[in-house]
């Protein structure tokens, strides 16, 4: 079975500073993995997906994503963070078997404060 | 597309009624999920469909929910007798693929948002 671990349920940045979303997976298999982002009254929206290709991972609004195996690492990052950032962000894994479906992290929530 | 929609995104009930939220997904995809998001559990799977047919209904809570999919274009999430505690976001996404695909992405409705009294 595949899990997904979100460390932190609350992040706060300024705006322009660094933003740093952690996320570590298990999986028995080698997974695919997705973050996905929340804006309030909202349904999920894909940021980005690693399905094993390269590594580092590029999805919209400036955020990109690494995969580390070593580390069982997806974190999420983005260099400058904008007041429309703020929303709740999830990762989640999915494996290449069977009828797989998604699992979801709890989820962080992104504060961004002026 | 309009993309995933979700009928009804608010209901407030009372205790023991029925309630019955409905989906209809991307034309041409061939999965859908319902998914239930609350403050304490996050996002929980309830089922999964594949070309109409229910796959794993293993997250259904219990006997009191029932999810249909009569055609490819419809889905329903039932609740009969609804508790305070189904209080909660219902979501619906669909995906366009076979199973077990990775690469295949959820597209989610805006969701449903129960509030049982």
């Known amino acids: 079975a595949q899990s997904v671990t979100q460390l932190g349920s609350h992040v706060s940045v300024s705006e322009g500073a660094l933003v740093l979303l952690r996320c570590n997976y298990s999986?028995?298999?080698?997974?695919?993995l997705f973050w996905y982002v929340q804006y309030p009254n909202q349904g999920l929206q894909l940021l980005l997906k690693?399905?094993?290709?390269?590594?580092l991972v590029k999805g919209i609004n400036g955020f990109e994503a690494e995969f580390k195996k070593s580390e069982t690492s997806f974190h999420l990052t983005k260099p400058s963070a904008h007041m429309s950032d703020a929303a709740e962000y999830f990762c989640?894994?999915?494996?290449?078997?069977?009828?797989?479906?998604?699992?979801f992290g709890k989820g962080t929530m992104l504060l961004v404060s002026p | 597309d309009a993309g995933v929609i979700q009928s009804p995104r608010h209901e407030v009930t009372e205790m023991g009624q029925e309630v019955t939220l409905r989906c209809k997904p991307i034309s041409g995809h061939n999965s859908l999920f319902w998914y239930r998001q609350t403050m304490m559990r996050g996002l929980e799977l309830l089922i999964y469909f594949n070309n109409n047919v229910p796959i794993d209904d293993s997250g259904m809570p219990e006997d009191r929910f029932s999810a249909k999919m009569p055609n490819a274009s419809f889905s329903t999430l039932k609740i009969q007798p609804s508790e305070p505690r189904d209080s909660a976001v219902y979501f619906c996404?669909?995906?366009?693929?076979?199973?077990?695909?990775?690469?295949?992405?959820?597209?989610f409705g805006a969701g449903s948002r129960l509030t049982v009294l």
């Open positions: 999986s028995s298999v080698p997974p695919y």
């Open positions: 996404a669909s995906s366009l693929g076979g199973s077990g695909s990775g690469a295949n992405v959820l597209t």
């Open positions: 690693y399905t094993s290709a390269a590594t």
């Open positions: 989640a894994v999915m494996v290449n078997s069977g009828y797989s479906t998604l699992t």
